[in-house]
């Protein structure tokens, strides 16, 4: 799949409804505090196609480890937008400088079970560009085709018994990824709004 960033921004002039692990789980009561997160969904301007960014969060974190995630983190006293947020956490843990990125628009916020809400920024990466990966958050960087995660048919429905409750959720699997969760929910609602 290939776009431009002003064809990204106008299937994006609005940020659309948000979302979150309710969406797949009616009754799922939201956290009493939710704590304000922004995350970078980089879309790289490949010449075989657009791709889609994310990382693969140290199995030795105490949140999320092993995870697939976008770059990002909690939008902190010093940011004065999600905007600056995701970019500046962005550079923090996988060293992609700013100057690479063209913001593009929102997603609709993402509310988590465990009480975050996440404004997902979409960001155009224009490559050649050089990554220094935060070794202690970071295990990994890499791409996965936006044609791939565009594709309904690669957004599979899964669930899990936790805590004795039934969890409802997405995945994606891309090669030897398990990309679920929070992410893959962002993932599912980029598709949906691209869309021709």
Known sequence: ?????????????????????????????????????????PL??????????????????????????????????????????????????????????????????YRTRTGFEITPIVGWVTPPFELAPDRFEVAEVFEVPLSFVADPANHERRSREWQGVVRHFYVLPYGGYYIWGATAGMLVNLAERLKP
């Open 1 to 41: 799949m290939s776009l431009t960033p002003s064809g990204i921004r106008l299937r994006l002039s609005d940020a659309g409804r948000d979302r979150g692990d309710h969406d797949l789980n009616p009754g799922m009561a939201p956290a009493d505090r939710m704590r304000a997160a922004a995350v970078l969904v």
């Open 44 to 109: 790289v301007a490949r010449p075989e196609g657009t791709t889609v960014l994310l990382t693969r969060r140290t199995e030795h974190l105490h949140h999320h480890a092993g995870q697939i995630s976008f770059p990002g983190g909690r939008i902190e006293e010093v940011d004065p937008s999600p905007e600056e947020a995701a970019l500046r956490e962005t550079e923090e843990e996988i060293g992609l400088s700013r100057s690479h990125i063209e913001v593009v628009g929102r997603l609709g916020r």
